[in-house]
């Protein structure tokens, strides 16, 4: 299967804990993507890389949210001392870049529950 | 960015053609109008994308006003596995922007 892959599929953890996702984008795509998602809602924007720069992060991109794409390549997301607020979906996408209007492909999300 | 309006729900029998309305007032010229189906517990998939007139692809049509204040997706004969979540989307930007979508359930 060579689309967006990310890991793990699900995560329970206990208010405080740190918790770290990743994302493995389609190879060959420069954007990569994170949204969140909470039950009965779209998905919501939270930060994009172009190659290993961060372009842009949503204002629901709190200081104990954090992202990287050190390569280039795969991404993670990490939530520092987790709030039950912070059950959702997370959701990567990837696209080849280069125009505002390139399909992004998603994953299949890691769901996250905070207990 | 232009704010979009769907219906919340809409109800199909197998077989059918279903068309979904999305109204997007404010549609800037350089904005595109793209539409992801979502089932539970999955990322949202890409369905087609446009900027006017119609748009056909494999799974779907796209059909938009000139004046583009709306569009209209069109499903041809849905089956129980359309049963999912439509969004539409109006940006021309990397930052998509998604609404709550309409959730479409087909009957047997």
């Known amino acids: 299967d060579t689309g967006v892959s990310q890991n793990p599929r699900h995560k329970i953890t206990k208010r405080g804990q740190n918790v770290t996702f990743r994302c493995d984008p389609i190879s060959e795509h420069n954007r990569l993507y994170w949204y969140r998602q909470t039950l009965g809602q779209g998905p919501e924007f939270l930060t994009y890389?172009?190659?290993?720069?961060?372009?842009?992060k949503s204002r629901l991109l709190s200081d104990r949210f954090s992202a990287e794409r050190p390569k280039g390549s795969f991404s993670t997301l990490e939530i520092q001392r987790t709030e039950q607020g912070d059950s959702a979906m997370y959701l990567c996408?990837?696209?080849?870049?280069?125009?505002?209007?390139?399909?992004?492909?998603f994953g299949p999300g890691t769901r996250l529950t905070v207990l | 960015l232009a704010k979009t309006t769907q219906p919340i729900s809409m109800d199909s029998y197998e077989g059918q053609e279903v068309n979904i309305t999305c109204s997007h007032n404010n549609i800037a010229t350089n904005d595109y109008i793209t539409w992801y189906q979502q089932f539970p517990s999955q990322g949202p998939r890409f369905i087609i994308q446009g900027y006017k007139t119609k748009v056909t692809n494999e799974v779907a049509s796209l059909f938009i006003p000139a004046d583009r204040k709306s569009s209209t997706l069109s499903l041809p004969r849905v089956s129980l596995s359309d049963t999912a979540v439509y969004y539409c989307?109006?940006?021309?930007?990397?930052?998509?922007?998604f609404g709550t979508g309409t959730r479409l359930q087909v009957f047997p």
């Open positions: 996408a990837s696209s080849l870049g280069g125009s505002g209007t390139d399909t992004q492909y």
């Open positions: 890389f172009q190659n290993e720069a961060q372009l842009e």
């Open positions: 989307l109006v940006h021309n930007t990397d930052k998509l922007i």
